[in-house]
């Protein structure tokens, strides 16, 4: 055999050096294929798994809710200590009007009747006659635990409010031959039941409070409070 025949046989046994481009090429474009689907599935997963996530604390919470079984908190007018009640002619640019000055402390009980705790926000309270607003006090927020009664104040004080003809004659009256001088007491007080370390939607107790006052005596002789229930 000649080294021709050889040599020749030898390069037939050797494949060709594009076919291992060629049989590389199907691998690379297999897995490049393969990654956006990996993708997909462990973005389903996550979906999957958050959802029953939040189904598990959903009913939860809501297993809570029913072994609690909240109640509305009790927001009441306790008191009414008049601390100040004035009442002068205004100036003659306003003839027949009359300015009156007022102070007077409101001390409010809390009572939590439920197992868990309540948040209360700011609440503030409006001082009226007739209709006209006088003077606004406010109770800071503050929590209240479970089973408990709590007291909160607040001092409304009216400096010289000038008062039409037709209102000064009929205060004036009242106050002077009747020694009564008829007001109301109108606030919202927003609250969130606390479950463990969530707090529920704010809810509101409207209250609407009826008092007269004696201008002579200096003290509270009427109170009648009503409340609007609660709202989400």
């Not at 958050?50 to 919470?61: E, G, K, Q």
């Not at 004035?86 to 197992?115: C, D, E, Q, W, Y």
């Not at 007080?189 to 707090?199: P, Q």
């Amino acid at each position: 055999m000649t080294s021709t025949t050889i040599a020749g046989n030898r390069r037939r046994e050797q494949p060709p050096s594009h076919q291992y481009y060629y049989s590389n090429t199907p691998s690379y474009f297999s897995s490049s294929s393969s990654s956006p689907s990996l993708i997909k599935g462990c973005c389903c997963c996550l979906f999957l798994l958050f959802s029953l996530l939040a189904l598990i604390t959903l009913a939860v919470i809501l297993v809570i809710v029913l072994a609690v079984k909240p109640k509305k908190p009790q927001y009441d007018l306790q008191q009414v200590a008049v601390q100040y009640v004035g009442i002068s002619p205004t100036s003659t640019a306003a003839p027949g009007g009359v300015s009156l000055s007022l102070s007077v402390r409101l001390l409010f009980t809390a009572v939590n009747p439920n197992k868990v705790g309540i948040k209360y926000g700011e609440s503030r309270f409006n001082v009226m006659y007739r209709g006209i607003p006088l003077g606004r006090g406010t109770v800071p927020g503050f929590y209240q635990p479970a089973h408990s009664v709590r007291t909160v104040e607040t001092i409304v004080t009216v400096d010289r409010v000038n008062l039409m003809q037709a209102d000064a004659s009929d205060l004036v009256k009242y106050a002077s031959m009747y020694d009564k001088v008829e007001l109301r007491v109108l606030g919202d007080v927003s609250a969130k039941i606390r479950i463990i370390s969530f707090d529920s939607p704010g809810v509101q107790v409207s209250v609407d409070c009826e008092i007269v006052i004696s201008p002579k005596k200096q003290s509270l002789t009427y109170k009648q409070c009503g409340f609007d229930g609660l709202r989400v």
